[in-house]
């Protein structure tokens, strides 16, 4: 959880940067999650979960508003089936990152 949170920050962290300075803008532009992964400071769009097992990682599922970060321990996306899942999204019109669904649509509230 705490790694999708951290992403989600950096992902929030980018839409705020002014585009002369690498920023992206995540309600105005349609962006690929490569784009957007590569602003907030990763090399890929699916980083990995240090710590959260050998086949862990993370990714950004959706990009606009919200933009979605998603982070499993078996290495499946927000559509796989796995008991260890965490989904965060990025609004980026409030500043909230909020964990919104913890394995199977457990609702939590903001961080």
């Known amino acids: 959880m705490q790694r999708a949170i951290n992403i989600g920050n950096d992902v929030l962290a980018a839409h705020n940067e002014p585009s002369q300075f690498g920023g992206v803008d995540l309600i105005n532009n349609s962006l690929g999650s490569g784009k957007v992964a590569t602003a907030a400071g990763y090399e890929s769009d699916?980083?990995?979960?240090?710590?959260?097992?050998?086949?862990?990682?993370?990714?950004?599922?959706?990009?606009?508003?919200?933009?979605?970060?998603?982070?499993?321990?078996?290495?499946?996306?927000?559509?796989?089936?796995?008991?260890?899942?965490?989904?965060?999204?990025?609004?980026?019109?409030?500043?909230?990152?909020?964990?919104?669904?913890?394995?199977?649509?457990?609702?939590?509230g903001s961080v």
């Not at 097992?53 to 606009?64: N, P, W």
């Not at 260890?84 to 919104?100: I, K, R, S």
């Open 46 to 108: 699916t980083p990995s979960a240090d710590g959260a097992g050998d086949a862990a990682e993370c990714g950004i599922s959706t990009v606009g508003n919200p933009t979605t970060i998603y982070c499993s321990s078996d290495g499946a996306n927000s559509n796989g089936t796995n008991n260890q899942f965490v989904e965060v999204d990025v609004n980026p019109d409030t500043g909230d990152v909020a964990v919104t669904t913890i394995n199977d649509n457990t609702s939590v």
